[in-house]
Structure formats: structure tokens, C-alpha cells
């Protein structure tokens, strides 16, 4: 089966042909979720203990920090240790 999304198409036969596979997207997918609902579930407890505007304002600061902290110092590594593999791909 293959479904097309702007004039590409996606082959979903390992979905089918592997149990491997489906087992590996399905504990992505509620892996994903879970940490979404994660990051909506902590603020809004916090002011359910709370009733601080403030306190949410601070619990989402400290989420944000480390999110952009290690986002910039991961992307530093992988370009300093992998900069040569796009090119030797092509």
C-alpha cells in the first residue's frame, strides 16, 4: 500500500510484513504522546497547586532551558563529529 503526500508516495509494507516494525512505530507513537501530554500536564498542575500565573511562567522556563541548551549543544557535536557524512552520501 502506498499513499501519496505532495507528489511523493510512502511505502507502508514494513507495517504490514513486520511485527518488529509495527511494534517499534506503535511505542514511538505513545512514547511521543506521553511526552507531550507531559508538557501540558506539569504547568497545568502547578497551578492547580498553586493558582500562580507565575509559578506556570517559571515551570515552563525551566522545561524551555534545558530544550534549547542541549538542542544547541547536541547540534554543535553532531556537526562537528558528522560533517563530512552528508557530502560522502551524496
Known amino acids: 500500500m502506498r499513499l501519496r503526500s505532495g507528489g511523493r508516495s ?3 509494507r514494513p507495517l504490514k510484513t513486520s511485527r518488529d516494525y509495527r ?7 505513545i512514547s511521543f504522546i506521553g511526552s507531550r501530554l507531559t508538557f501540558v500536564a506539569i504547568p497545568f498542575q502547578v497551578y492547580k497547586i498553586t493558582g500562580s500565573t507565575l509559578a506556570v511562567g517559571i515551570t515552563a522556563l525551566f522545561e524551555l532551558i ?3 541548551f542541549l538542542s544547541l549543544v547536541g547540534g554543535a557535536i553532531a556537526g562537528a563529529a558528522f560533517c563530512d557524512a552528508p557530502l560522502a552520501a551524496a
Do not use: A
Open 10 to 12: 510512502l511505502d507502508l
Open 23 to 29: 511494534l517499534l512505530w506503535l511505542g514511538s507513537g
Open 66 to 68: 534545558p530544550l534549547l
